[in-house]
């Protein structure tokens, strides 16, 4: 008998590319129909056949919080009463646009959109505008949305223009896209050598969590820092995943790295379909309706999205010791987990910074897309098989982040999953 999960989906392929809004809700890289949600509160989630899981994905990172919460429901609730859109400017746009200026010191200006890809799509444009340049260097492996300059194949070579990784996507439009190697800062040095004077900006994740999860080597992103000033270009760091994880500044503040500009994505909406850039005034006095570089949006800023952004980082800000927190249980989360992984002789590489980690089943240790691609990902989809089948819910690919949050507690959650993982890697030896 079909569970109604199964019954959803065989309905959603008739209708729906692949049943999906996004293609890694198909399971389609684990062999597994899709479970679809129908609810969720804290660390768990509820799909419609009744079956409950706890949750490491987290909407794929803002659900710091866990799901639901109390304030943030409120606000949400409170203001949908007053209307869902305007398409008019609103106080509390101003109040988010305060706060986040604020809370990350590099921003000086922000301009709210409504996704991470949209805002990637517009700091790109701003940097252009700004510097009077074309070409932008990105990293194999790291996604930034799915504009048509960023879909560049990963296998292009370091030295070349990039080709399309996606069909639809002229060659036009990714020719001055230039592929670097991540964690190798020679592969970023040989294309400023090559044509440093015609680089727009240079856009990295600091913490590549697109590809697994792989941190940057110690003076990687210092070291585009000091390139990006002297060939007077711009840094972007795509903050989408680690902006108000890792910190309450994100990852630039974690690695003490200043950007030129900063995308952020749902996290800044406490989940809800919102994104923002922002940089240094000058460059973002380059937007209109001040500057020449176009950008618009009806739903940009949003009024239920504010409202339910606000929030979350308030209590983000306002909670004393979170991070420190949150990050140390990561610390701890993610070391029992090697301990089981060593004790049983499993072939790994376990990446984690804070609430954020992965498990490559590799006996390379993966610092960048080549050595992440090593993983056996028919042994990520037994694994993952096996957990989703005792209630623990990751991420359908080897390629996607493990989330932690709050509601995660050492002593039920936690020791749950690991309990779980304890029990998998005994019985698959």
Known sequence: MMSRSEELFKEAVTLMPGGVNSPV????????????????????????DGNTYIDYIGSWGPMVLGHNHPEVLKSVMERAAKGLSFGAATELEVQMARKVCDLVPS???????????????????????????????KFMGCYHGHTDAMLVKAGSGVMTAGRPDSAGVPEGCTQDTLLAEYNNLESVKELFDRCGEEIAAVIVEPVAANMGVVLPKEGFLQGLRALCDQYASMLIFDEVITGFRLSLTGAQGYYKVTPDLTTF????????????????REIMEMVAPVGSVYQAGTLSGNPVAMAAGLTQLRLLSETPDLYKNLNATGDWFFGEIGKILKNHGVAHSLNHVGSLGCIFFTGEQVTDYASAKTSD????????????????????????AMFLGTKHTREQELKRTLEIMEDYFAKSR
């Open 25 to 48: 809700r198909a399971f389609a890289n684990v062999t597994e129909s899709p479970r679809f949600i129908e609810r969720a509160d804290g660390a768990y989630i509820t799909d419609v």
């Open 107 to 137: 921003i000086e200006m922000v301009r709210m959109v409504n996704s991470g890809t949209e805002a990637v799509m517009s700091a790109l444009r701003a940097a252009r505008g700004f510097t009077g340049r074309n070409k932008i260097v």
């Open 265 to 280: 994505g749902k996290i800044i909406g406490g989940g809800m379909p919102v994104g923002a850039y922002g940089g240094r």
């Open 377 to 400: 990902t028919a042994k990520y989809a037994e694994y993952f098989k096996y957990m989703l089948h005792h209630g623990i819910y990751l991420a359908p690919s080897q390629f996607e």
